[in-house]
C-alpha cells in the first residue's frame, strides 16, 4: 500500500470516529459511560453538600426543610441547593404569606412542595395527588415524617376532574404539574370551587398545543391571568457553590426539562401561569 493510501485510510479512520449528530445511536456503549461519570459526579457534589447545610434544604421558600441521605430529594443538587424552580420562588414566598387552610398538589412527585408547604403554613392541610404511586408514595411519606408534617398530609392516587371536584374548598391555592392533563383537570364549569382558588399551574404545551388559549378561555372572567417564563440560574447566588469550579457550578443549579424520543432527549423551556381569582 502507497504512502498516500495509508494515509487515507488513517484518516478515514480517525474521521469514523468523530462524534457526530447522532453519535449517542452509534456509539451506545460510550452514551452509558458518559452518563455514568455524570451521576458520579453529582452523586459526589449531592454528598459535600448535604454535609455543608447539615442535611437541611440551603435556600429559597422552604429553607430548613430537613433531608437525609435516604431521601429522594438528596439526590438532586437543586432540591439541596432550594435553587429548584427559582422562577417561581416568589409567588411560592406569596402563598405561604397568604397561608390558606387547604393546599391542593396535583403531580406531587416525591414531596418538596407538599412537605414545603406544611411545614410553612401553621394551620394548612394539604392534599397531594400522585398517580405514580411507586416510588413518590413512599418517597413522600419519608419525607413528610422526617420534617415532622405526617399528620398534614393527605396522599391521593390519580387526579381527575371528579376527583378534583370532590376534594376542592373555595379559596384553596392549587399547584398543579400534571404532564399535559391540565387541560382535563382544571374545568370551573366542572369544579364550581374554581373560580375563588389561586393556581399555579406549569404549562405543558409540548403535549397540548392549544394549552394556554384553552385555560386563557376557561378562567379570563373568573381570574387576573399572569405567564411565568423559565428563567436562566445564577451560581453566585448560592454561597454553597462557591468553593465548586464553574462547570460544577452550572451543573449543580441547571433546571432542564426535557422529553425522551427515540433517539435523544428533546429540551424545551419551562412556562408557569399564575390564575389569581378578581374577587
Known amino acids: ?14 474521521l ?22 455524570e451521576h458520579c459526579k453529582m452523586s459526589a457534589l449531592c454528598a459535600i453538600l448535604l454535609r455543608e447545610t447539615g442535611h437541611q434544604v440551603f435556600s429559597g421558600p422552604f429553607a ?11 439526590a438532586d443538587p437543586k432540591f439541596i441547593l432550594g435553587s429548584y424552580e427559582e422562577e417561581l420562588h416568589d409567588v411560592i414566598n406569596q402563598v405561604i404569606c397568604m397561608a390558606p387552610t387547604h393546599i391542593i398538589d396535583i403531580g406531587a412527585s416525591s414531596g418538596y412542595y407538599a412537605v414545603g408547604f406544611a411545614m410553612k403554613i401553621a394551620n394548612t392541610t394539604v392534599t397531594a ?3 405514580v404511586a411507586e416510588p413518590h408514595w413512599q418517597q413522600l411519606a419519608d419525607l413528610a415524617k422526617l420534617n415532622g408534617v405526617s399528620g398534614k ?17 373555595p379559596h384553596s391555592f392549587i399547584l398543579c404539574d400534571c404532564e399535559g392533563a391540565e387541560e382535563d383537570i382544571l374545568q370551573p364549569l366542572v369544579i364550581p370551587a374554581l373560580t375563588s382558588c389561586t393556581i399555579l399551574v406549569e404549562l405543558h404545551e409540548c403535549y397540548r398545543p392549544q394549552l394556554v388559549a384553552t385555560l386563557i378561555h376557561r378562567f379570563r372572567p373568573s381570574h387576573g391571568i399572569r405567564i411565568i417564563e ?20 452550572g451543573g449543580a ?5 426535557w ?11 419551562a412556562r408557569y401561569m399564575l390564575l389569581t381569582p378578581k374577587t
Not at 64 to 74: E, K, P, Q, Y
Not at 253 to 257: F, G, N, Y
Not at 260 to 268: C, P, T
Open 230 to 249: 423559565g428563567a436562566g440560574r445564577d451560581p453566585s447566588r448560592y454561597l454553597a457553590l462557591k468553593r465548586f469550579s464553574p462547570s460544577w457550578q
Open 259 to 269: 422529553i425522551q424520543s427515540a433517539l435523544s432527549r428533546i429540551v424545551f423551556g
Open 129 to 131: 395527588f400522585e398517580g
Open 153 to 169: 398530609i393527605v396522599q391521593r392516587g390519580f387526579c381527575t376532574a371528579d376527583e378534583l371536584a370532590t376534594m376542592c374548598s
Open 64 to 74: 430548613t426543610m430537613s433531608l437525609s441521605d435516604n431521601i429522594a430529594l438528596s
Open 253 to 257: 443549579i441547571e433546571d432542564v426539562r
Open 16 to 37: 469514523g470516529l468523530l462524534l457526530t449528530l447522532h453519535w449517542k445511536a452509534r456509539y451506545p456503549w460510550l452514551n452509558r459511560i458518559i452518563e455514568k461519570c
Open 1 to 14: 500500500m502507497s504512502t498516500h493510501a495509508a494515509r487515507k485510510l488513517t484518516l478515514k479512520r480517525i
